[in-house]
């Protein structure tokens, strides 16, 4: 329907700029509306915090003014231009053998990742604000 309006005002003069500005603020008006109450109804919905709730809001609206921008632009220098789709070379992609390739991980590497699934696996979800740092490592004293 917005389009049909759009094409009618652009088909009546091409440099009409009141009926152009006129098409434009009224875009920009209503989808700053609808998108911000979109983004109010996702934030009632989704999130419980103040912050949130009005982060949802603004982010509505933006995508409001985004989308307004984007087509009163169309609507004033006509269609966007047509990009041309880059150009595709037929090099082929390197070939790997996955069976054959060989992965290294030195003794450093080893013990770390020890240590890190060690400790992961140890303390799981549990707070570590308030432990030492020696009970950080809990594996140390394993021999790894």
């Known amino acids: 329907m917005a389009a049909e309006k759009n094409n009618q005002i652009v088909g009546q003069s091409k440099y009409d700029l009141d009926a152009k500005w006129d098409a434009c603020l009224d875009l920009t008006v209503r989808r700053f509306v609808y998108s ?11 999130f419980r915090s103040p912050v949130s709730r009005w982060a949802s ?14 087509e009163c632009s169309r609507l004033f220098d006509g269609s966007p231009a047509k990009l041309s789709a880059p150009t595709i070379t037929e090099t082929p992609a390197p070939q790997i053998d996955l069976q054959n390739a060989a992965f290294s991980i030195d003794s450093s590497q080893k013990r770390w990742w020890l240590i890190w699934i060690c400790w992961a696996f140890h303390y799981g979800g549990r707070s570590t604000s308030k432990m030492s740092p020696s009970a950080l490592i809990p594996c140390k004293n394993s021999g790894g």
């Open 36 to 46: 911000s109450l979109a983004g109010t109804f996702g934030g009632l919905l989704f």
């Open 57 to 70: 809001v603004a982010f509505g609206a933006g995508v409001g003014i985004g989308s307004a921008y984007t």
